[in-house]
């Protein structure tokens, strides 16, 4: 039987960056470590693990990647919504998105 992964409800860009640094620092990296394995500064690294939500996602979404984790997107509850749960598919939600 296949071991279920943890999962965390994520509801800012600090919590990103706390499961970043904690997955670093479990793979034994430092933050020059890692700013060298996507081609950044330590800088950015810093940054990105104090939650700045300015970041480039792109280069967060690499971050990601490299430390191994996972990024999953769900339903949550709609401030003010009174029913039950929204059920929302992507592309009705970003339809009219144009690129």
């Not at 800012?12 to 670093?24: F, K, Y």
């Not at 479990?26 to 060298?36: S, V």
């Not at 940054?47 to 999953?72: D, Q, V």
């Amino acid at each position: 039987m296949k071991a279920m992964k943890p999962t965390v409800n994520v509801r800012t860009i600090r919590d990103i960056g706390l499961m970043a640094r904690d997955r670093r620092k479990t793979l034994g990296w430092t933050q020059q470590d890692l700013a060298g394995r996507i081609g950044s500064q330590k800088k950015w690294v810093v940054e990105f693990e104090a939650g700045k939500p300015t970041l480039e996602a792109g280069r967060m979404m690499l971050a990601i990647n490299i430390l191994g984790l996972e990024f999953s997107l769900g339903d949550a509850p709609v401030q003010g919504e009174t029913s039950k749960r929204s059920s929302r598919n992507f592309n009705q939600i970003f339809a009219r998105v144009k690129p």
